[in-house]
């Protein structure tokens, strides 16, 4: 069922003040596929891409590059960017931690990579393995080679709006960190709600302090999770601000809906459904994107937490029992 068969426009007129278009940056087969307790077979991976593209999306991180000892899921990066099949119009950066990730990434015939770096002490420890001032000495070379190249490189900002062991972070050291990585040559900065408690009078703060020292909105991403059902609200405050590039995965892939410690990516479903009713144009087929995602689903043994999908994709409701995440 879509928007029209329940009499409802397929689009309404454009909202005044908010951006005329967005770029949906599609995160589901490196952050969604990368969080599944299952290996997925590559040639299943190169489909999910494949199908996503024709749905319409034109960003598509596509894997990453680190080490297959900590990121399993996702070993097999070189295989499927080898089996990918480029369209026109299309982009498939990938995720690369360090040096010899970049290594790996470049001789694969990547073309545009993203680093995570941390806004907080305590996740640069784990999931660095080192200090918040450390992690710009390790991805100083990776962007300076990147960038000597003519690769765009994005960079993440994990844990933005708060920080699970050391609670609220002190805006100054988001736009801190924030600037360090822009000043390295980050093409795009994409401040995340890794642990999805942001609320939109956060996210229109922590916008407007970017702004407030310089760096432009157009330079600027939002990468929320709905573990307290905040990501479209967050993200309806970010288009407010003017920003024009939003992540998502489709059907919800990423984090565990089961698990209480995981934390779902907004799906990329919803979102089209919002921006559609703003009259924002985004380039994506609801349907095709729809039916992707209940493949997906199957594919995967468990449903999706995509409230759209839910309500579009009846049958994303696998006939297997409820997915057990290790
Ligand atoms: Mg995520």
């Given at each position: 069922m879509t928007a029209r068969d329940l009499g409802l426009p397929d689009r309404y007129p454009a909202a005044a003040g908010?951006?005329?278009?967005?770029?949906?940056?599609?995160v589901g087969a490196r952050d969604g596929l990368q969080n599944e307790p299952t290996l997925v077979p590559v040639g299943v991976k190169v489909e999910f891409l494949d199908r996503l593209a024709a749905a319409g999306l034109r960003v598509l991180e596509a894997t990453s590059f680190g080490h297959p000892r900590w990121v399993p899921q996702l070993a097999d990066a070189a295989e499927l960017l080898r089996l990918l099949t480029p369209r026109e119009g299309v982009r498939y950066p990938v995720l690369v931690p360090n040096e010899r990730g970049l290594d790996r990434a470049v001789a694969a015939g990547a073309s545009e990579i993203a680093i995570?770096?941390?806004?907080?002490?305590s996740f640069a420890h784990r999931n660095l393995n080192r200090s918040l001032d450390a992690q710009f000495a390790m991805f100083a070379p990776v962007l300076s080679r990147a960038t000597a190249d003519g690769l765009r490189v994005r960079g993440y900002l994990s844990m933005c709006f708060?920080?699970?062991w050391e609670g609220a972070v002190p805006l100054k050291q988001v736009l801190s960190v924030g600037r360090r990585l822009l000043e390295l040559g980050c093409d795009q900065l994409c401040l995340g709600d890794t642990i999805g408690v942001a609320t939109p009078g956060h996210v229109g703060a922590v916008l407007e302090g970017f702004i407030r020292v310089g760096v432009g909105v157009d330079a600027l991403a939002v990468h929320f999770h709905d573990t307290y059902g905040q990501a479209l609200a967050n993200t309806f405050a970010a288009l407010c601000a003017g920003v024009s590039c939003v992540d998502a995965s489709a059907g919800g892939l990423g984090g565990c809906p089961y698990a209480e410690s995981a934390t779902g990516n907004l799906a990329t479903e919803d979102l089209v459904w919002l921006l559609d009713g703003l009259g924002i144009e985004h380039g994506v087929d609801l349907n095709a994107l729809v039916h992707t995602s209940v493949w997906m689903a199957h594919q995967l043994g468990r449903p999706s937490p995509s409230r759209v999908l839910a309500a579009l994709g009846g049958s994303s409701r696998t006939t297997n029992p409820p997915g057990h995440c290790s």
């Open positions: 908010l951006p005329a278009r967005v770029l949906i940056w599609e995570i770096a941390s806004a907080t002490e708060g920080d699970p």
